[in-house]
């Protein structure tokens, strides 16, 4: 059984990771516009980068959550079988011992170089400007997809749809695309669907089945639900 996980906000907020947007429309205190297009690039780099040095550099005051270390678990048992699509830019799932990750939205831990397009991992501060590994170039970007931009691996994440016994939200908003339409594609090549979220979603009609609550409590118990069924 092939089985694909898309992963949201909410499987991180519950270690402490701040969601993406908040009730008010800012993100943690700055309009989304200001730090998270590349328009806001251009008109002041030095805000971007410190916005997300800070970012970078709480993410040493969060560690996984039972959420994260199930499905970790349950790498362990079905292998290549399984793909984790996250929108988070986070790297909880790694740290947790998940390997088949794929983050459409980037990574933190990882900076872009505007001039040779490498991606680097990264764990300092980009504020100052370091130059590029690769080229020695001083252009050094968050490597993180800003609205207007094209996640990472669109095709491939087609292909694993396509592929997909089983799909399951967790932690998502069911409103930001492309992510919220994957379960609809993962549905028209035949896959079972299933929503963990901690409130219906925007998309929840989508979905076959739908649990709601904290995803510290849903995903370790469907994991051990979905490994009693392998084991039989």
């Not at 040095?53 to 994260?68: F, G, M, T």
């Not at 505007?114 to 080229?135: K, Q, T, Y």
């Not at 996640?151 to 992510?179: C, K, Q």
């Not at 904290?214 to 084991?231: F, K, M, Q, Y």
Request: with cysteine.
């Amino acid at each position: 059984m092939k089985v694909v996980v898309l992963t949201g906000a909410g499987i991180s907020a519950e270690s402490g990771v701040p969601t993406f947007r908040d009730a008010d429309g800012l993100w943690e205190g700055h309009r989304v516009e200001d730090v998270a297009t590349p328009e806001a690039y251009e008109l002041s780099p030095t805000t971007v980068h410190r916005f997300y040095d800070a970012r970078r550099a709480a993410l040493l005051s969060v560690d996984p959550n039972p959420a994260h270390t199930a499905l970790a678990r349950l790498e362990q048992s079905l292998g290549d079988d399984l793909l984790v699509i996250t929108q988070n830019i986070d790297d909880l799932h790694e740290r947790a011992g998940s390997e088949r990750v794929l983050h459409m939205h980037g990574e933190l831990r990882s900076a872009l170089c505007r001039a040779c397009h490498g991606r680097h991992r990264w764990d300092h501060d980009l504020v100052d400007l370091p130059p590029c590994p690769g080229c020695g170039v001083t252009e050094l970007r968050p490597d993180v997809v800003w609205f207007g931009e094209i996640p990472y691996e669109m095709d491939r994440i087609a292909v694993e749809l396509a592929r997909a016994d089983l799909f399951v939200s967790i932690g998502t908003s069911g409103a930001v695309y492309p992510a919220a339409g994957f379960v609809r594609q993962a549905m028209r090549y035949g896959a079972r669907t299933l929503e963990l979220n901690l409130e219906p979603s925007e998309g929840t009609v989508w979905f076959h089945e739908a649990r709601h609550g904290r995803a510290g409590d849903l995903v370790p118990e469907w994991v051990a639900e979905l490994l009693a069924g392998v084991s039989r």
